[in-house]
C-alpha cells in the first residue's frame, strides 16, 4: 500500500497561463502532504506543507499567491501554478504522509513553460 | 551550509562491484535518517527509515548504517546491478517531523 500519483506526469503551457497539478493517496488518507520543486542536478526543495482543511504553510521564498494549494480532501492535493513563466519550468513532486515518520512520494509532473 | 552532505556527488562502478555512500548531518534535535532511491524523472522511493536508536537496518542489497554521536550514515549496496544507477538522497528530520532536510544526493552509475 501507500501509492500516491500525480497528474499530469508532464505539462506543456505558455507563458502566462495557469497549470494544476493533482496529487492524490490511492490507498490511505494522507493527513499532511508536500510539494517539492528539484531543478536538473538538484535536490529537492520543498515548497509548501498543507494539512487537509487548513491553508498550506509555505517555504521562506515561496510565493504563495504564485503557487496555489488547495488541500481539499485526505486523499487530494492540488497545485496550480498561476500566471506560470518559463523559470517556473521544473519537476514538481508532491508527498503524503499519514503519520509517523514515513512520507509517500509521487512519480513527479514535468512543467515546461514556453 | 546544508545541514546534509552527502558524499561523493557522483561514482560510477561496474557491475556487480560494492560500494558506500555517505552522510553527515547536523540537524538537531535529531528524529529520523532516510535513504532515497530516485530514478531520473521520478519520485523518490524509500530504503530504510532509522531513528536515533537503530544503527543498521538493511533492505536487501542496501544496507544503512546510522552513527547518532558523530552524525554519520552511509548507505551500503551489495552486488550492484544496472538497474541501480539512480540519484540516492540522505533527508534527515529532526524532531519536528515537517522539519524535513535534503541532501543534495549521490549519483550512482553502475556499468556493464
Known amino acids: 500500500g501507500a501509492v500516491v500519483s500525480q497528474h499530469p506526469s508532464w505539462v506543456i503551457c505558455k507563458s502566462g497561463t495557469s497549470v494544476k497539478i493533482e496529487c492524490r493517496s490511492l490507498?490511505?488518507?494522507?493527513?499532511?502532504m508536500f510539494w517539492y520543486r528539484q531543478f536538473p542536478k538538484q535536490s529537492l526543495m520543498l515548497m509548501a506543507t498543507?494539512?487537509?482543511?487548513?491553508?498550506?504553510?509555505?517555504e521562506q521564498g515561496v510565493e504563495k499567491d504564485k503557487f496555489l494549494i488547495n488541500h481539499a480532501s485526505l486523499t487530494l492535493s492540488t497545485l496550480t501554478v498561476t500566471s506560470a513563466h518559463p523559470e517556473d519550468s521544473s519537476f514538481y513532486i508532491c508527498?503524503?504522509?499519514?503519520?509517523?515518520?514515513?512520507?509517500?512520494f509521487g512519480p513527479g509532473t514535468r512543467l515546461t513553460v514556453t | 551550509k546544508n545541514q546534509v552532505e552527502q558524499s561523493p556527488q557522483s561514482l560510477i562502478i561496474l557491475e556487480g562491484k560494492n560500494c558506500t555512500l555517505q552522510c553527515n548531518y547536523t540537524v538537531s534535535p535529531f528524529s529520523n535518517l532516510r535513504w532515497y532511491k530516485q530514478d531520473t524523472g521520478r519520485g523518490p522511493v524509500s530504503l530504510t527509515i532509522?531513528?536515533?536508536?537503530?544503527n543498521t537496518k538493511s533492505n536487501g542489497r542496501y544496507t544503512a548504517t546510522l552513527d547518532a554521536d558523530t552524525k554519520q550514515s552511509s548507505l551500503h549496496i551489495t552486488a550492484s546491478q544496472l538497474s541501480d544507477s539512480a540519484s540516492y538522497i540522505c533527508v534527515v528530520s529532526a524532531v519536528r517531523n515537517n522539519d524535513m532536510r535534503f541532501g543534495a544526493g549521490t549519483r550512482l552509475t553502475v556499468k556493464p
Open positions: 532509522m531513528t536515533f536508536s537503530e
Open positions: 490507498d490511505f488518507q494522507a493527513t499532511t
Open positions: 498543507s494539512n487537509e482543511g487548513s491553508k498550506a504553510t509555505y
Open positions: 508527498s503524503a504522509a499519514r503519520g509517523g515518520y514515513e512520507q509517500y
